[in-house]
């Protein structure tokens, strides 16, 4: 067991909005008391319409990425369509339950458009629980309650960028663990983008 004073921080947070989801997270990497990095990144395009946000260990969220990613492309040639987002949580839910005695120290929200929107919350053990909205990792605390007071279903997609920013600030400015602005990845009907905001 990793001591407190050693544990990773991280602002983490998932929506739902109208056309698509919107993932979420900071950049900085924190272990302890020490800052490693201001320019870490915790979201991850797994396909074209399936992505992922993670908090912890910044080792264990890249390679169970790398590891889903190469599974679901696998898959994908395999079936000759895109795998979709339930299916992708489902394997990720399965990758992580094999590791349960030795767990990767990270927590996934996992979203993505097949038809509908929807998003998924996964921990280090493999849990699945879908849902509209979430938020996992140190900041998660201070987040949720930004977002849970203001979200609504058929959000446009700026108001959920809104939303998710005003989120990951609060956050920021009361949790040491989170900071130097933010990575967002939006998942759509229309295809996903990238972009990174100073906050």
């Not at 001591?3 to 272990?31: M, Q, S, W």
């Not at 993670?54 to 590891?67: F, K, N, T, V, Y």
């Not at 492309?73 to 987002?85: D, Q």
């Amino acid at each position: 067991m990793i001591p407190e004073a050693y544990i990773p921080g991280a602002t983490v947070v998932g929506v739902v909005f109208k056309d698509g989801v919107l993932l979420a997270a900071e950049k900085r990497v924190a272990y302890g008391r020490f800052l490693v990095s201001r320019a870490g990144k915790k979201v991850f395009k797994i396909t074209d319409n399936v992505g992922a946000a993670a908090a912890g260990m910044i080792s264990d969220m890249q390679i169970l990425m790398r590891e889903i990613s190469s599974y679901v492309k696998i898959r994908e040639l395999e079936l000759k369509r895109p795998i979709p987002p339930n299916s992708v949580a489902k394997l990720l839910s399965v990758l992580l339950f094999e590791r349960r005695f030795a767990p990767l120290l990270t927590q996934v929200i996992l979203g993505g458009v097949n038809g509908k929107p929807s998003i998924y919350v996964l921990d280090p053990l493999g849990s699945v629980i879908p849902d509209e909205y979430a938020v996992v990792g140190s900041g998660a605390e201070i987040a949720i309650g930004l977002v849970e007071a203001n979200f609504s279903p058929g959000m446009t997609e700026k108001q959920a960028k809104d939303l998710v920013v005003k989120a990951i600030r609060a956050a920021i400015q009361r949790d040491a663990g989170s900071g130097d602005g933010a990575d967002v990845l939006v998942i759509s009907k229309n295809g996903s983008k990238e972009e990174t905001l100073t906050l």
